[in-house]
C-alpha cells in the first residue's frame, strides 16, 4: 500500500470513526511521522484535508488524551508551510487558542482586559496546553496569513493575561508562551508598540524575569550578589529566562522613551547585570545568556548602563570613582571569547563591541577601566601591534578584517578608549591599520572625534618615551634598521634611479594605471591636482619667522 493510499485510507476512516478509533488511527500517523520535517508534495491536498479534518474532531468534546493526539497531528502537519490554509484562518486559531487556554476574553471585540486564565488543574490538561502552544508556535513562524489573523483575535493579548500567571506556570508552559509572544513580536514588528502602550508588557517580561531568576532587590536598581555557594541556575529557568531576554529584545528594539520607560529600562539593566553575574549548569549556556543580555543591553538607552557599575550598598573600586566593575569584566571576558572564536564576527562580535564602545562614550569610568586592561601602558614596542595574543593585538588585527561591520566596530572602540585623539590611536595601533576608521571619519591630517571627554592625560612609560623617536608611525613598531641601498651609489647613479622611477610613476599616471591622491584641509582624499589648488579665500598672510 502507498504513503498516498494511507493517507486516504485516514481520511476515510476519521470521517465515520468514533472518538477511540480516531485516536488510535491518529496515534499510529504521529508514530510513522513524528521524525518527518520534508513531506510529498503530491500529497499536499490531503494533508490539507487532514489539517480540517483534526480541527473539526478538536471542535467536538472529545477527551484530553484525544486532543493530545489530535494536536501532536497537528504540530507535525505545521512542519509544512503549505498545508496551513485550514489552520491559519479565524476559526483555526481560535480554536488552538481555547486548547492552549489563552481565551476567556471577548476576542475580536472590546479592549476590556482579558481575566488571568488558570492554570492546568492536572497532568492531561497540561500535556493538552503544551501541545497546543507548541502548534501555535509553528503556524505562527510558517504562515504570514495566521500571524495576521492572530493580531486580528489579539492572541497577544491572551499570551500578556498568562504572563500575569507567570508565578504558577509549569516549565512547559511557560516556555512556549514566551516563545510564541517572541515570535509574534518578530514577525509583527506593527504589534510590539501596542503590546508596550496597551499591555505594559516590557514590564510583564521583566516581572517573569525576576520571578525567574529569583531576584532580591537591594536598592531600586540593585540586585543582589548572587550567593557564591548557590548551585548554578537550572536549565528549565534559565531556558525560560532566554526566551524572556528574546521577547524583550524584540519588544525594546525602537524605543519611545519618557520618565517611566527610563525608569523600566534601569529595572532591566539591573536584572541584566545579574545575569551576567549568574553561572548556568554549562559553560555553553552561560555564553549564550550573556549573548541575550548583550544584545538587550544594546537597545537600552545608553545613559542607563550607570546601572551596571552604580552599586551603592555593594560598594566598588576605589580608583574608578568607587564605581563596581564586575560586570564590566564580565563583558570583557565575554568579549575576548567571542574574538578567539575566530568565525561568525558580525553577529557575534559587534553586538558587544557595539555596547562598550557606547558604554564607554558616554560613561568616563567604564572607558577608563576598559582601557587599562585592553590599552595598558606601552613598554614594549619592537614588536607590531597587530602581533601577539594580547587583547589589543586582537582587537588591532580585526581593523583590517575583510567585513567592514567588524573593522569598523572594532576601530571605533579602541579610538573611543582613546578618547577619539588621533594621536594617541596611533601609537597603540600604528597609522597603516587606522587608515581607514581615519579616512571615514576625516581625519587623515590628525585631531580628534566629536565626544567632549574628560581632561585626564594618558601618562607614558619610560620605555616608550625612549623609543618614541624611533618608531615608524606606519606600522607603530620600531623596526631594526635597514641597510641603506643608496649608501655606495654615486650621485650621478642616484639622479639616474629617481628619474627612472619618476618615469615609471608618470607612465602608470597616464594610463590610469594609478592616481595620484593628496589630503584635503579636512582630512579627506582627493585627487592631488584639488588639494594643491587652495579654494579662493585661503590664501591669507604668508608666514613669517
Known amino acids: 500500500m502507498t504513503a498516498v493510499m494511507d493517507l486516504n485510507n485516514v481520511l476515510s476512516q476519521l470521517e465515520s470513526a468514533n472518538e477511540v478509533d480516531i485516536e488510535e488511527l491518529l496515534r499510529e500517523f504521529n508514530r510513522e511521522n513524528s521524525h518527518t520535517f520534508t513531506f510529498d508534495q503530491k500529497e499536499e491536498t490531503l494533508r490539507s484535508k487532514l489539517c480540517q479534518s483534526v480541527l473539526i474532531v478538536l471542535g467536538m468534546q472529545v477527551q484530553h488524551s484525544c486532543q493530545k493526539t489530535c494536536l501532536e497531528t497537528l504540530r507535525i ?46 497532568e492531561e490538561e497540561r500535556v493538552v496546553v503544551v501541545e497546543a502552544l507548541k502548534c501555535l508556535c509553528n503556524v505562527v513562524y510558517n504562515s504570514a496569513a495566521a500571524q495576521q489573523v492572530s493580531v486580528d483575535v489579539k492572541l497577544a493579548h491572551g499570551l500578556c493575561a498568562s504572563l500575569r500567571a507567570a508565578a504558577a506556570w509549569h516549565h512547559e508552559v511557560g516556555l512556549f508562551t514566551l516563545r510564541l509572544l517572541f515570535l509574534l513580536s518578530a514577525l509583527r514588528s506593527d504589534l510590539r508598540g501596542e503590546l508596550r502602550r496597551e499591555k505594559q508588557v516590557v514590564k510583564l517580561l521583566a516581572e517573569v524575569l525576576e520571578h525567574t531568576l529569583d531576584v532580591r532587590w537591594d536598592g531600586t536598581y540593585e540586585v543582589a550578589r548572587p550567593d557564591p555557594q548557590a548551585l548554578p541556575l537550572p536549565a528549565e529557568e534559565n531556558e525560560r529566562a532566554m526566551e524572556a531576554l528574546k521577547a524583550l529584545f524584540n519588544l525594546t528594539v525602537s524605543n519611545v522613551g519618557g520618565v517611566e ?40 538607552p545608553v545613559s542607563c548602563l550607570d546601572v551596571l557599575i552604580d552599586m551603592p550598598v555593594r560598594g566598588g573600586l576605589e580608583e574608578y570613582g568607587g564605581k563596581n566593575m564586575e560586570a564590566i569584566q564580565v563583558l570583557l571576558e565575554f568579549m575576548e571569547k567571542r574574538i578567539d572564536k575566530g568565525s561568525n564576527y558580525k553577529e557575534g562580535l559587534t553586538p558587544i563591541l557595539s555596547l562598550l564602545t557606547e558604554g564607554s562614550r558616554q ?78 571619519r576625516g581625519l587623515l591630517g590628525g585631531g580628534r572625534g566629536e565626544t567632549e571627554y574628560s581632561p585626564d592625560e594618558d601618562s607614558d612609560t619610560e620605555e616608550y618615551k625612549t623609543a618614541k623617536p624611533f618608531i615608524n608611525p606606519i606600522t607603530g613598531h620600531v623596526e631594526e634598521p635597514m641597510p641603506n641601498p643608496m649608501e655606495e651609489m654615486t650621485e650621478e647613479q642616484k639622479e639616474y634611479e629617481a628619474q627612472k622611477l619618476v618615469n615609471m610613476l608618470d607612465k602608470l599616471s597616464r594610463q590610469n594605471f594609478i592616481r595620484p591622491i593628496g589630503v584635503k584641509p579636512d582630512g579627506t582624499f582627493a585627487p592631488l591636482e584639488e588639494t594643491l589648488c587652495a579654494p579662493p579665500g585661503d590664501d591669507v598672510a604668508s608666514d613669517s619667522d
Open 261 to 300: 520607560d527610563d525608569h523600566q529600562y534601569r529595572v532591566i539593566a539591573a536584572i541584566l547585570r545579574h545575569v551576567l553575574m549568574l553561572r548556568t549548569e554549562t559553560e555553553e549556556k552561560t555564553e549564550e545568556a550573556h549573548s541575550h543580555a548583550v544584545n538587550l543591553l544594546n537597545n537600552l
Open 77 to 122: 502537519l505545521s512542519r509544512d508551510k503549505s498545508v496551513l490554509a485550514p489552520v491559519a484562518t479565524r476559526d483555526g486559531i481560535l480554536t488552538l487558542a481555547r486548547m492552549a487556554r489563552l481565551s476567556g476574553w471577548e476576542i475580536g471585540g472590546d479592549d476590556r482586559e482579558p481575566p488571568q486564565p488558570s492554570a492546568p488543574a492536572t
Open 363 to 440: 560613561h568616563r569610568e567604564i572607558r577608563r577601566y576598559i582601557k587599562a586592561q585592553v590599552l595598558p601602558p606601552l613598554t614594549d614596542v619592537k614588536i607590531r601591534p597587530e602581533v601577539g595574543t594580547t587583547t589589543r593585538n586582537k582587537l588591532v588585527r580585526l581593523m583590517t578584517h575583510v567585513e567592514m561591520a567588524v573593522k569598523q566596530a572594532a576601530a571605533e572602540f579602541l579610538f573611543v578608549l582613546c578618547k577619539e585623539s588621533v594621536d594617541n590611536l596611533l601609537k597603540y595601533t600604528g597609522y597603516g591599520n587606522a587608515a581607514g576608521l581615519l579616512m571615514a
